[in-house]
């Protein structure tokens, strides 16, 4: 008789075979979880230091604005501090319904459903839409929260190139002949390479093939377009993107996220979408604070403005000093370092100038693609850019990253 008790492996022993975050903190190179005492404009407080804060999502430095703090004040106020229930049976606020109806305006879709998290916002929509027979083909880049939404789907995943119009199409051509449908993911902004997903061709392939067009524009939102309405409408092809997909975490100084689309395929979606229908409503605040950023964006182009004269500044200057950008075209700017050691030294040598900076090494980015994931936008001053500027050329010089 077999011993249960020898053949059974203990299911925590992975966990605690997990030494590599322990080692980096022994040797004073964890660059994670950071503790963040105060929030500036543009700067925020660690052990009592200020650094310049590069790499958050803020941009168009709305967070701190305080017509939104007010909005997020007002509503806790008046709903309280959350809604302690699913939108679907308890938790829907007439402040979602206001929200869904003027960010569909907005995104000029029929209707948006409004989730509590970016994430969930994304992943339910891979997860709802991808249907038994259907096949669903991913930029490679796209984000996790679109990757684990395919795993919660039933349908086949294919991976083209990234922003590669041409081997989506030959992909489409192979799979002609197969049963089901076609959706077809990108993004508007890519996270990690700061590259504008090229979403006119790839929306024309799909649309030539039968196949569905969805954006993530996360990263897009508030920052393309001409009031920041996303990807499809910075490149005027409204109708041929079906459906948006978003946050509010980033450019909407809040949290939460939205799905945007014809009225059937949006309400198709929040009767099915599981991680929809049984998660907790977006509390009162976040949607409060998205509303009114939103009523801010559409009125003010000029965080936007500020926002790309900031990125220009700091794009055109970390590449004349001779940095690898790796062609990134939007607020996100990531500093080619290669490998992972080069990564964490580089961000250490960085954190000791007082620049916050997130390196991304591998699995996160594929081996020797390291870099040092920077963005900017409206809050940051010209003195806070300059100082950025100064220590990346100390240290890409002193670690022989540019000559
Ligand atoms: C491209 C993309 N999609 C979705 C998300 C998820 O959004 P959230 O973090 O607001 O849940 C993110 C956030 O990092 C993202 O970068």
Request: hydrophobic fraction near 45%.
């Amino acid at each position: 008789m077999t011993d249960v008790a020898t053949t059974v492996v203990d299911a925590f022993a992975k966990a605690r075979r997990f030494e590599r975050a322990d080692e980096a903190h022994a040797l004073g190179l964890y660059p994670y979880f950071k503790a963040i005492q105060h929030h500036g404009r543009g700067t925020v407080t660690v052990d009592g230091e200020e650094f310049v804060l590069t790499g958050s999502n803020d941009y168009l430095g709305l967070t701190h604005d305080p017509r939104i703090k007010e909005a997020a004040k007002a509503a806790i106020d008046g709903y309280g501090t959350s809604c302690t229930g699913s939108r679907f049976l308890t938790g829907t606020l007439d402040l979602h319904v206001t929200l869904e109806h003027e960010l569909a305006q907005f995104f000029k879709k029929e209707k948006t459903l409004v989730f509590g998290a970016g994430f969930l916002a994304c992943a339910t929509s891979v997860a709802a839409l991808g249907g038994r027979h259907d096949i669903i083909y991913f930029d490679r880049e796209n984000h996790a929260s679109l990757y684990d939404g395919a795993r919660l789907s039933y349908a086949k995943l294919e991976k083209f190139e990234h922003n590669d119009a041409a081997d989506l199409e030959a992909m489409l051509i192979r799979d002609a002949g197969k049963p089901g449908g076609r959706l077809v993911y990108t993004e508007g902004v890519f996270s990690m390479s700061g590259h504008i997903g090229a979403v006119p061709a790839v929306a024309a392939v799909a649309k030539k093939h039968g196949a569905r067009v969805i954006c993530d524009d996360a990263h897009a939102s508030g920052v393309l377009g001409p009031h920041g309405e996303g990807a499809h409408v910075h490149f005027n092809i409204e109708n041929d993107v079906d459906i948006v997909v978003g946050t509010f975490s980033k450019s909407f100084a809040s949290i939460g996220g939205y799905i945007a689309g014809d009225a059937d395929i949006v309400d198709f979606i929040k009767h099915t979408g599981r991680p929809f229908i049984f998660n907790a409503a977006l509390p009162a605040p976040n949607a409060a604070a998205t509303l009114e950023a939103l009523r801010i964006m559409r009125s003010e182009p000029e965080h936007r403005e500020m926002m790309w004269k900031n990125v220009n500044f700091m794009r055109d200057n970390l590449l004349t000093l001779g940095f690898d950008l790796m062609g990134s075209d939007s607020p996100i700017i990531p500093v080619l370092v290669r490998t992972d050691d080069m990564a964490i030294r580089f961000w250490k040598a960085l954190w000791e100038e007082k620049i916050f900076t997130t390196p991304s090494v591998s699995p996160a980015v594929p081996v020797g693609m390291s870099i040092i994931r920077t963005s900017y936008n409206a809050a940051h001053t010209t003195d806070q850019l300059e100082r950025t500027l100064y220590a990346f050329e100390k240290v890409g010089r002193a670690l022989d990253v540019i000559a």
